[in-house]
T-cell receptor
Framework: NAGVMQNPRHLVRRRGQEARLRCSPM?????VYWYRQLPEEGLKFMVY????????ESGMPKERFSAEFPKEGPSILRIQQVVRGDSAAYFC????????????FGDGTRLSIL | AQKITQTQPGMFVQEKEAVTLDCTYD???????LFWYKQPSSGEMIFLIY??????QNATEGRYSLNFQKARKSANLVISASQLGDSAMYFC??????????????FGQGTELSVKP
């Protein structure tokens, strides 16, 4: 399967724990994006990364959230000290360079906070 | 600031009929891209169709076409010959274009389409 791979599909954490969400982009894609979808809402942009660089993090909460896309390995979205309000579906997308190139999405990680 | 508006929270259509899902957008940029995605109940996001702001012809992709009216800032999705499998949430999205780079998508609130047999 050459699509965007996200894991885990479902993640349950207790309040105060850390959540780590992983994303492997499609082969040949150098741009990675993270979005969050709250119930009954559209997707909200969080962060845009290229290898070893954060390009745009204007949608990231200022505290507890961080993202990286290292030279080797998947992109990681990390949420520290999770709270109930962090419960959501987190989607990763990737694209190639180019104005008209669509972003291809992974199946998402459903994060539930107990 | 960029904004996408989808005014139809829910739509019904009879199987085999055509349906139009509305999308209006707001941007001050001259160069941008418009996208439609489908999200079935299983939750994944499926890319359907793309329209660039400088494209003179409306985009088509199989049973999907995009009715692009630049002056009215609308980019409606038309689905012809609806099928039961078209029942899903549909999202309109926009990206301001940066040459040879990527850029974030701004999504609308979505329209839930139900196809009746």
């Amino acid at each position: 399967n050459a699509g965007v791979m996200q894991n885990p599909r479902h993640l349950v954490r207790r309040r105060g724990q850390e959540a780590r969400l992983r994303c492997s982009p499609m082969k040949g894609h150098s741009h990675v994006y993270w979005y969050r979808q709250l119930p009954e809402e559209g997707l909200k942009f969080m962060v845009y990364l290229q290898k070893e660089n954060i390009i745009d993090e204007s949608g990231m909460p200022k505290e507890r959230f961080s993202a990286e896309f290292p030279k080797e390995g998947p992109s990681i979205l990390r949420i520290q000290q999770v709270v109930r309000g962090d419960s959501a579906a987190y989607f990763c997308a990737s694209s190639t360079t180019g104005v008209g190139q669509p972003q291809h999405f992974g199946d998402g990680t459903r994060l539930s906070i107990l | 600031a960029q904004k996408i508006t989808q005014t139809q929270p829910g739509m019904f259509v009879q199987e085999k009929e055509a349906v139009t899902l509305d999308c209006t957008y707001d941007t001050s940029d001259q160069s941008y891209g418009l996208f439609w995605y489908k999200q079935p109940s299983s939750g994944e996001m499926i890319f359907l169709i793309y329209q660039g702001s400088y494209d003179e012809q409306n985009a088509t992709e199989g049973r999907y076409s995009l009715n692009f009216q630049k002056a009215r800032k609308s980019a409606n999705l038309v689905i012809s010959a609806s099928q039961l499998g078209d029942s899903a949430m549909y999202f309109c999205a926009m990206r301001e274009a940066f040459y040879n780079q990527g850029g974030k998508l701004i999504f609308g609130q979505g329209t839930e389409l139900s196809v009746k047999p």
